[in-house]
């Protein structure tokens, strides 16, 4: 099977297509849309990208577990 190819502006109509519901902003839509075609990208193979989203991931939790750290010493 040949892997499938997509044009960025292909992976943004797609993106665009999933991430449209009745209760969204337009704002929320539109942040939605660019998480789906990073998701996408991803699919497709894009593994820099993949690398990227797993240590913004890894860095976002780093700093919740230190917030939590924080507030269980002030607590404490």
Do not use: H, W
Request: some cysteine; hydrophobic content about 45%.
């Amino acid at each position: 099977m040949s892997k499938l190819e997509l044009t960025d502006f292909q992976i943004l109509q797609l993106a665009a297509t999933l991430a449209v519901s009745p209760d969204n902003s337009p704002k929320k839509a539109v942040e939605r849309m660019f998480e789906c075609a990073d998701l996408i990208r991803i699919e497709l193979g894009d593994t820099e990208l993949a690398e990227a989203k797993k240590a913004e991931k890894a860095e976002k939790l780093a700093n919740q577990r230190a917030l939590l750290e924080e507030l269980n010493r002030r607590i404490g």
